[in-house]
């Protein structure tokens, strides 16, 4: 990647009985899917959480990021979910759940950003209150297993929020890390203040052609495809789509599409981001014989909006920040893939 390609520039036990309520708060959002609302960006002083909604993770192993959000001239609260550990979880569903409702309802958090993914935010999804975080919005930062909170609040708060690294990506020494790690991690600063994002990715001869504006949305594939038919379950019509994932092999990101058609994700789109999709090796004598791109192509033949693989987003080093709910236009061309923000 050519680094000048880029921008240069307790919650109440009690909540559980009210799920009605709750689902009641989120319908008046599903009526007008086209509004969203953008966090304020950060200014110097402001401070930023860092909590565990979902895997471990220790305050050593986070300390890079406490220093380098220090470095960017913000202050850090550090969630009581850091250092605990309940088996693979941060903590029981209790701890996760308050410390996160916490951070979203504490006035002085302007944003969050979380220790690291794996699994766990669905066991405590539903029983988030996002009323005082709907009204004061602030930016939730993060991927992977967070994909579960960036689909449920743009379906029900209509709040964007930022796909991107974590704690667990921010090198320990800044002076032997690769540049393309240090680009991905200070754009995340670019976003927060405001600047107006633009990403190029590689030309792939695989490329679907084609130019589209639309709202960003997606996530981790596996994680979007768990949530059809919840009340997570993201919207895409009119939305330029961006899905990436790690360690599946081609049979199940096969099936995940089909997921994607089948549920009729695919159908209304303004354009499809294919990011970085880390292949399992299929088992001897199992050979799926689809690559990535022939599986996505199966699904997108009958459509005619703009699709591009390799897009800088995922499990990999590569992985830049990407503003979710905020519309970006798209140009793919036989010399040029270009996301910008508008």
């Not at 579960?148 to 667990?168: D, F």
């Amino acid at each position: 990647m050519n680094r000048k390609n880029f921008l240069s520039s307790i919650v109440p036990l009690g909540l559980a009985t009210n799920i009605t309520a709750l689902y009641k708060f989120r319908s008046v959002f599903d009526q007008n899917d086209s509004s969203i609302i953008s966090p304020p960006f950060l200014k110097p002083g402001d401070t930023i959480g860092i909590t565990c909604p979902a895997g471990s993770i220790s305050l050593e192993e986070i300390q890079p990021a406490i220093n380098k959000i220090k470095d960017w001239g913000y202050r850090v609260r550090i969630g009581d979910t850091i250092g605990k550990k309940d088996f693979t979880l941060a903590g029981t569903d209790q701890e996760r759940l308050l410390d996160l409702q916490q951070m979203l309802d504490d006035s002085s958090v302007k944003a969050i950003l979380f220790g690291r993914g794996g699994y766990g935010i669905v066991r405590i999804i539903d029983l988030l209150d996002l009323k005082k975080f709907t009204l004061h919005p602030k930016w939730i930062i993060g991927f992977s297993d967070i994909t579960v909170l960036h689909s449920h609040i743009n379906r029900n708060c209509k709040v964007a929020s930022l796909h991107s690294k974590m704690c667990n990506s921010f090198p320990s020494d800044w002076s032997s890390a690769d540049p393309v790690q240090i680009d991905t991690i200070e754009f995340i600063k670019q976003c927060i203040i405001g600047k107006k994002m633009m990403y190029t990715a590689p030309v792939n001869v695989k490329n679907k052609m084609g130019k589209a504006t639309g709202q960003l949305v997606g996530g981790n594939l596996k994680t979007l495809e768990s949530m059809s038919g919840t009340a997570s379950d993201l919207v895409t019509k009119n939305k330029l789509l961006f899905v990436e994932d790690t360690g599946e092999y081609l049979y199940s990101i096969d099936r995940m599409f089909w997921n994607l058609q089948r549920t009729g994700k695919l159908n209304d789109l303004r354009g499809l981001i294919i990011g970085g999709f880390k292949v399992k090796p299929d088992d001897p004598g199992e050979e799926f014989g689809k690559t990535v791109e022939q599986i996505v192509l199966e699904k997108v033949k009958k459509y005619n909006y703009p699709v591009c693989f390799d897009f800088p987003v995922g499990h990999q080093k590569n992985n830049y920040p990407l503003k979710c709910g905020v519309v970006h236009h798209l140009v793919v061309s036989q010399s040029n893939v270009s996301l910008k923000e508008n």
